[in-house]
């Protein structure tokens, strides 16, 4: 029979945040103006919360913390004294455990290496192992103690790493299987710390369908759901990675229940987990877990974070503001969603004239971005280029080319039967709305080469292409030298796989070169060396029928931009 007298209950709020994007101030340092939604808004929520007697209150991180604002890069690569922004304000706010995302990895060794050091809290992901020794390069997991409930933490990394990053990037690493090794930490820590609750802390979203894949994909580089389905012994699970707002329950093999949150991006939201366990003694009697995702735009930025940072803030405001060039018209990646740009064309002629290759690729990596005519900013090379690729030059064959080319186009394009028609690919959604089916950051044109795009003709048979731009004729059993971003030469968006044919062990023997600084910056010495800039469509390549790039161009553009 229950003795009453000796039940106790206990409250646990876990609190997690995730691919906030360096969103850790409420303003935008790239597009010059204040954020409602930051670290600073969730930071005052975090201090209600602990201010509640009845509750113990755990705070995690699911990763991807480094990349995203001028205020994380400039820690990451220009700032060389003292401790980084990152670990300052997480150890600031006091964080429990964090997991590893993969925008961490992309900074570099010299950066997540000292960030280990740097952290006053363990970083996790136990699928990440040292190459030589097979034991985890991070920490696999972290017991969390309140009040005499033990909660173990277990983190995990989306495996597809080495399809988007440059090896000398992770050196030294490899990725496993979340699944296997949710399996293999799940059975270590139940016989070595017998825990009363155990968490998952994924960078990795929860469509295992994601990029055309499936649940029985090795490696899948969305696999939360996965590991909650297929792992009996989590009770919760924080997903990230997908930027996607998520509160489910999943049922396991086992017919347990396990809550799934992800907090979607940038600080916007807080995956709430409230948690209560009643204990006789010391055994469990009850548990309960509950999910809440919680919006921030409605907390005030915490004023005594804002004061301490308030230096900070106003050196990077300092360092965005700085003048590079002059620019003699305004551009915009709106134009890039539809035809040949100078947005793009912009990024051509720099990787063209930073490799001496024969062709350049390059996709619009943001999808409403416009910089003004007049004197260009370091912020204003945020807008142009949001990711820290590197360079590479590789060794590709016109049948290659031509290949890459089709796949491009065909995730993109519609294939248009009369001027009615759609000329960007939609696909409907389950409210009957048209929504762009294609991811804009993989729709990669191409300069150097000319080119026609045929909208009547379907997939795979969209493309021809002339000659070269320099008057050279363009032989599809000829090898030439690309031009191309590192996530798209380690074989990121599928352009070079499943387009090109290329075997993902192969591509590594195509790369000729590789730059040692990120792409943004390299653009930026070149624009900062020209001074005076004039930006224009190369007019390199055009889709026809041109009646119908009109007609499609001016509906999907309504479509897209003006609702």
């Known amino acids: 029979m229950e003795n009453n007298n000796a039940v106790e209950t206990i409250k646990i709020k876990i609190i997690a945040t995730g691919d906030v994007h360096g969103a850790i101030f409420p303003y935008d340092f790239i597009e010059n103006e204040p954020l409602n939604t930051s670290l600073a808004q969730v930071y005052t929520y975090i201090r209600e919360q602990r201010n509640v007697k009845s509750q113990e209150v755990i705070l995690l991180d699911n990763g991807d913390f480094l990349q995203g604002q001028p205020v994380v890069y400039y820690s990451n690569y220009e700032k060389h004294d003292g401790q980084h922004i990152c670990a300052d304000v997480m150890n600031y706010m006091k964080y429990d455990a964090a997991s590893v995302g993969n925008h961490d990895i992309e900074t570099g060794h010299n950066v997540y290496d000292n960030l280990v050091?740097?952290?006053?809290?363990?970083?996790?992901?136990?699928?990440?192992?040292?190459?030589?020794?097979?034991?985890?390069?991070?920490?696999?997991?972290?017991?969390?103690?309140?009040?005499?409930?033990?909660?173990?933490?277990?983190?995990?990394?989306?495996?597809?790493?080495?399809?988007?990053?440059?090896?000398?990037?992770?050196?030294?690493?490899?990725?496993?299987?979340?699944?296997?090794?949710?399996?293999?930490?799940?059975?270590?820590?139940?016989?070595?710390?017998?825990?009363?609750?155990?968490?998952?802390?994924?960078?990795?979203?929860?469509?295992?369908?994601y990029n055309n894949r499936s649940e029985k994909d090795y490696l899948n580089e969305n696999a939360s759901n996965l590991v909650a389905q297929n792992v009996p012994g989590f009770d919760l699970i924080f997903a990230g990675h997908d930027h996607q707002e998520c509160n489910q329950v999943v049922k396991n093999i086992a017919g347990g229940r396990v809550i799934v949150l992800d907090p979607k991006n940038s600080a916007k939201l807080a995956a709430v987990a409230s948690v209560q366990i009643k204990k006789d003694g010391d055994k469990i009697i009850d548990k309960k877990i509950t999910g809440l995702i919680m919006e921030m735009n409605s907390c005030e930025p915490d004023k005594d974070m804002m004061r301490r940072y308030a230096d900070y803030i106003n050196m990077i405001k300092k360092y965005v503001s700085k003048p590079i060039a002059k620019f003699t018209r305004t551009i915009s990646s709106r134009d890039a969603m539809f035809g040949n740009s100078a947005f793009v064309d912009l990024i051509h002629s720099i990787q063209l004239e930073e490799t001496g290759a024969d062709i350049s690729f390059a996709a619009p990596l943001t999808f409403d971005s416009k910089i003004n005519k007049g004197i260009v900013c370091v912020r204003d090379m945020f807008k142009l280029y949001k990711f820290e690729n590197l360079l590479y030059t590789m060794r590709l064959s016109g049948k290659e080319i031509l290949d890459y080319l089709e796949y491009s186009y065909a995730t993109w394009f519609n294939t248009m039967s009369d001027r009615k028609d759609h000329l960007v690919l939609f696909q409907v959604d389950q409210k009957g709305n048209d929504r762009t089916a294609g991811k804009f950051y993989n729709y990669s044109s191409a300069a150097g080469i000319i080119y026609t795009v045929d909208l009547t003709k379907p997939a795979g048979e969209k493309i021809k292409i002339s000659g070269f731009a320099d008057g050279r004729p363009f032989e599809l059993d000829k090898y030439y030298l690309a031009a191309i971003n590192s996530y798209r030469g380690n074989g990121g968006g599928g352009h070079l796989t499943d387009g090109a044919g290329i075997p993902h062990s192969e591509l590594l023997n195509r790369i000729v070169a590789a730059t040692s600084k990120d792409l943004r910056y390299i653009i930026m010495q070149h624009i900062e060396k020209r001074r005076h800039i004039s930006p224009k469509a190369s007019g390199n390549w055009k889709a026809i029928p041109q009646d119908f790039w009109i007609k499609g161009r001016k509906k999907d553009y309504q479509l897209m931009y003006d609702n």
């Open 117 to 209: 050091k740097e952290f006053n809290f363990p970083w996790l992901a136990a699928n990440a192992v040292d190459k030589n020794t097979k034991e985890p390069y991070f920490k696999p997991y972290t017991i969390i103690t309140r009040k005499n409930i033990k909660i173990a933490v277990i983190g995990l990394i989306t495996p597809s790493i080495p399809i988007w990053l440059p090896e000398k990037i992770w050196t030294g690493i490899e990725f496993l299987d979340m699944v296997e090794c949710a399996k293999k930490w799940v059975e270590i820590v139940k016989e070595k710390e017998n825990p009363d609750l155990i968490v998952g802390l994924f960078h990795s979203g929860i469509d295992n369908t």
